[in-house]
């Protein structure tokens, strides 16, 4: 039974390489979530400042955890 979890998420295709706190959440609230999968997909970030800072510059606000994820995610599309 042990390797039925690595199994299960091979099969659902959720990356093991995603920030987790509880299963497979993502850190942050579902906004925030949104917002660095925005990012990450298609490098879009408001730039009116109501977002804050995007997440490759200083003083981003999303979750520590979610800032090295999107960073990671991002490295891996330009490579």
Do not use: I
């Not at 039974?1 to 509880?22: K, L, Y």
């Not at 990450?40 to 955890?65: H, I, K, M, T, Y």
């Amino acid at each position: 039974m042990t390797g039925q979890s690595t199994e299960d998420s091979r099969m659902s295709g959720v990356s093991s390489d995603e920030p987790t706190r509880v299963g497979n959440a993502m850190p942050g609230d579902e906004r925030q979530q949104r917002q660095a999968r925005d990012w990450v997909r298609r490098g879009f970030w408001l730039r009116d400042g109501s977002w804050g800072p995007a997440p490759d510059q200083p003083g981003c606000s999303l979750p520590a955890e979610l800032v090295a994820w999107c960073l990671r995610e991002r490295a891996g599309l330009a490579a």
